[in-house]
């Protein structure tokens, strides 16, 4: 595994986190980790058969997380404890 997908992962909770506003800064922001997650699949070969099946399916998880964490919904309003009456940030 190269350094790519720790990066990418460590971007998302970022840009999870700062919960961004603006359709336009979310969008960049999914673009990022994306593009960083493709192209760590172009780099990342094990040769064994197993093993990158598995990591191909955790790029692929992760790319969904993305798009809906940072494109669909902003977890910092929707996600919280049924008895918080404020939202998180």
């Not at 999870?16 to 997650?37: D, E, G, P, Y």
């Not at 940072?70 to 996600?79: A, K, N, Q, S, T």
Request: with cysteine; proline share 3%.
């Amino acid at each position: 595994m190269d350094t790519l997908f720790p990066a990418a992962r460590a971007l998302f909770l970022v840009f999870a986190a700062i919960n961004l506003k603006s359709m336009l800064w979310r969008l960049t922001s999914c673009s990022i980790v994306v593009a960083l997650l493709a192209a760590d699949t172009m780099v990342t070969r094990t040769r064994r058969r197993a093993v990158d099946y598995l990591f191909g399916v955790t790029l692929g998880a992760t790319v969904l997380q993305s798009v809906r964490f940072l494109l669909l919904v902003r977890p910092l309003e929707e996600y919280r404890h049924e008895s918080d009456k404020a939202p998180a940030y």
